[in-house]
Every structure is written in C-alpha cells, then in structure tokens.
C-alpha cells in the first residue's frame, strides 16, 4: 500500500504518532495495518455514520450475505477450504455450514469477541476485519496483533457490500 504523499511527509517530520491522523478537519481513511513490514502505522477504528439505517433493506442470508463470501472469501487458499482450518474460520459455498461457522463462534485470535453476534455488528469480529478496523483490538488479540483486515492484501470491500454483511448482522443475523 502507497503511503499517501501528506503522511509520509508528517512521517519524516516525526509527528506520526499511530493513531487516527486529523488534516485540515478530515481524519485520514488509512485503516489498520498489523502488517510488521507496514509503515503506514495508522488504526482507524470505523463507526457507521449516524445517518446509517440497519434496518432497511432487509437483507438475506442466502440472497445477499452468501454471495459476497463467494466472491470475496470461499477461495480454497482462504476461507472456502472443505479440509483444514479455513484460516480460522469456514466461508464456502454450504450457507448452513457457514452460518454455523460464525454465528457466536468465538475467533481464535480474539476469544473475547465472536465471529458474529446476532444484532450487533460492532461487537462482531467479522465485521471488524471487513471494516479493517481490527486494529483497535490488537492489544486484546492473541499475541498483540488481530493480524490483518480482509480481504487479505487488498483494497477493503467497497462501503455498500460491508453495508450489506452489517445490515444482515443488525438484522438478527438469520440463516434463511
């Protein structure tokens, strides 16, 4: 990730401080990087705008949360695997399954928080990895570190789709 040219100027001047960076009233959109050979440095721990309804459109499970996994999630190096661990936790193509992979598991590298908590997406590990807002929980992850956002090594999902898994978990998180 290019940092932008602003922060790596404040970087050099040694005002980088790790923490939500303020510019001319704006906070800088960077979000978190565990990533040890990251400079960037920054967690930007993400609330929805007060202006974000949960609860409309009513969201499916099946309809519109299973299809951003298969398109984002279900590959067999990430979370689609049918042997193994699916790196902590399993997002393939079997909804039943999948639903019953996050909804109050507890993440492995947070056990104080679950996957998905029906009814509230802040308080949702998924949802925090999605958002890459994870990074504010480091110091209660296993190791110091809840590693990095998802999708793995890219750009996050764009707004509307995170907006869909968050209204599916505000929702009730139902498995229809």
């Known amino acids: 990730m290019k940092m932008p040219s602003f922060l790596a100027g404040v970087r050099r001047l040694g005002v980088f401080a790790g923490a939500a960076l303020v510019v001319t009233g704006a906070v800088a959109s960077a979000a978190c990087s565990s990533d040890p050979t990251s400079n960037i ?8 705008p007060a202006t974000f309804d949960a609860t409309t459109p009513a969201v499916s499970f099946s309809k519109d949360v299973m299809p951003i996994f298969k398109q984002s999630c279900a590959f067999s190096t990430c979370h689609g695997s049918n042997v193994g661990d699916a790196n902590g936790v399993y997002l393939g193509d079997d909804a039943p399954r999948v639903h019953a992979a996050v909804l109050g598991v507890v993440a492995s590298e947070l056990p104080s928080m679950a996957f998905v908590v029906a009814g509230d997406p802040r308080a949702s590990y998924l949802m925090r990895k999605m958002d890459g807002s994870q990074c504010a929980l480091d110091a209660q992850c296993q190791g ?11 750009d996050p999902l764009p707004l509307e789709t995170r907006d869909v898994v968050r209204r599916w978990i505000a929702q009730g998180a139902k498995n229809d």
Do not use: A, V
Request: glycine content about 16%.
């Open 144 to 154: 110091g570190s809840c590693q990095m956002s998802m999708p793995r090594g890219e």
């Open 41 to 48: 440095g920054l967690c930007s721990d993400y609330t929805p």
